[in-house]
């Protein structure tokens, strides 16, 4: 029987293509529930407060970056969204005098505006809201040396090669967007031999840092917390890690705040990690092939999927 189209974007795959069942099973979900999904290989961890959240969420930073030495140089990959934690890495590295000189870094994702990555200077980009919030924010003689500092652009090349040069990347962090994305690991669009059924997940696990197009979604949000609703100020493209860097991250820690995925959300990608369901039009149940994935979750956040008219 075929798949049903999205209700999104029916040109696309995307998390209502699944099964109603499935879908119900999630809404139902009651916070208490999503915390004994936890099992080996899957921990989900709750936090009362945001500033448990957000400081706890800084200190898998300096985690890694105490793990560098000279023979063993490690690191973390890091995304914008959420930013709160980039702040308090700063502050904490700079209280604790943590030189980085071994420390490396990995950028998640960026724009891309007509097949380049955007500059610097872009009011968007990535790269300028991790130096701006974080790095330059670090005492000089503690600083990362720049070379260390891994941004992607729409030349992936050096970027990929950096993951294959000898540091270990001891945590890929990230949030969940509404597609059920990590980076901007967006579900394919529903063309060619993907028209009937979404790629496999071993088709789609062979995907490395590279330019892709956006679902429509993901633009939406990204209007919404970034630029205020308009869409137009939103680049179509972005480059971004991929699941090849994905599986050579030691572990992927996810932190939902509430405020880029909704309650449905949270649910959904929980249940399905935690039950092996892989669905490559729900990106991020990918990791539940991951040997080791931590769900962050602020209580406040998680909500409720009961009916509210407002």
């Known amino acids: 029987m075929p798949r049903k189209l999205s209700s999104l974007a029916p040109d696309w795959w995307d998390y209502t293509t699944l099964d109603s069942g499935l879908i119900a099973d999630a809404a139902k979900l009651t916070p208490e529930a999503m915390r004994r999904l936890s099992r080996p290989g899957f921990k989900v961890v709750f ?16 985690h890694a970056w105490k793990q560098a030495t000279p023979d063993n140089p490690a690191g973390i990959c890091g995304p914008i969204g959420p930013t ?7 502050r904490i590295a700079n209280e604790i005098g943590l030189k980085l000189r071994d420390a490396h870094f990995w950028g998640m994702d960026e724009w891309v505006i007509d097949g380049d990555s955007v500059p610097v200077t872009h009011p968007l980009s990535f790269e300028r809201a991790d130096r701006e919030m974080c790095f330059n924010r670090i005492e000089r003689k503690l600083v990362m040396p720049d070379v260390n500092l891994h941004f992607p652009t729409a030349d992936t090349g050096a970027f990929q090669a950096s993951w294959n040069a000898g540091a270990r990347c001891v945590v890929m962090q990230g949030g969940q967007g509404d597609i059920k994305h990590w980076a901007f690991n967006d579900p394919l669009p529903r063309r060619g031999k993907h028209k009937d059924t979404p790629p496999s997940a071993a088709d789609y696990r062979q995907l490395a840092t590279r330019v892709v197009n956006l679902h429509p979604v993901t633009i939406a949000q990204n209007a919404r917390t970034s630029g205020g609703g308009n869409v137009s100020l939103v680049p179509t493209q972005a480059v971004t890690v991929g699941p ?20 449905f959300g949270q649910r959904l990608t929980t249940l399905m990690i935690a039950q092996r369901i892989i669905d490559t039009a729900v990106p991020m149940s990918l990791l539940g092939d991951h040997p080791n994935v931590q769900f962050n979750f602020y209580r406040g956040g998680i909500g409720s999927c009961a009916i509210e008219m407002h």
């Open 84 to 90: 709160e934690q980039l702040p308090l890495v700063a």
């Open 47 to 62: 936090y009362d407060t945001l500033e448990d959240f957000y400081c706890a969420e800084a200190l898998e930073y300096i």
């Open 244 to 263: 090849v860097e994905t599986w050579q991250a030691e572990k992927v820690s996810i932190w939902h705040a509430g405020h880029h995925d909704n309650p």
